[in-house]
């Protein structure tokens, strides 16, 4: 069985720093890509940063490029998002996401690419 856990968030002002940590557990993370969404209230949730499986791609939405990095650890079999100069924007709850295909190299922004999700982590950035 696969379980995902977030921790890492919290309450920021803007222009502030938070780190993301998505732990794994049931399987290594070492042959999957990873995803991090987010779900502001009110709106659907959208994806914020992917990672391929052998980390070589990250990719990530347009509105987070240059200010968050997402990266992955093996040994730890642990999944980090990084998120610097944050905006009020970022308020949400932040998931992460595995996908359980092999290898897969799919839209890794997409979020029904992904079969495991993890219960969510909030963060607010305040003004």
């Known amino acids: 069985q696969v379980q995902l856990v977030e921790s890492g968030g919290g309450s920021v002002q803007a222009g502030g720093s938070l780190r993301l940590s998505c732990a794994a557990s049931?399987?290594?993370?070492?042959?999957?890509?990873m995803g991090w969404f987010r779900q502001a209230p009110g709106k659907e949730r959208e994806p914020v940063a992917a990672?391929?499986?052998?980390?070589?791609?990250?990719y990530y939405a347009d509105s987070v490029k240059g200010r968050f990095t997402i990266s992955r650890d093996s040994a730890k079999n642990t999944v980090y998002l990084q998120m610097n100069s944050m905006k009020p924007e970022d308020t949400a709850v932040y998931y992460c996401?595995?996908?359980?295909?092999?290898?897969?190299?799919?839209?890794?922004?997409?979020?029904?690419?992904?079969?495991?999700w993890g219960q969510g982590t909030q963060v607010t950035v305040s003004s």
């Open positions: 990672i391929s499986w052998s980390g070589g791609g990250t």
């Open positions: 996401a595995m996908e359980q295909t092999k290898y897969y190299s799919g839209n890794l922004l997409n979020e029904y690419e992904y079969d495991y």
């Open positions: 049931g399987r290594s993370i070492s042959s999957y890509p």
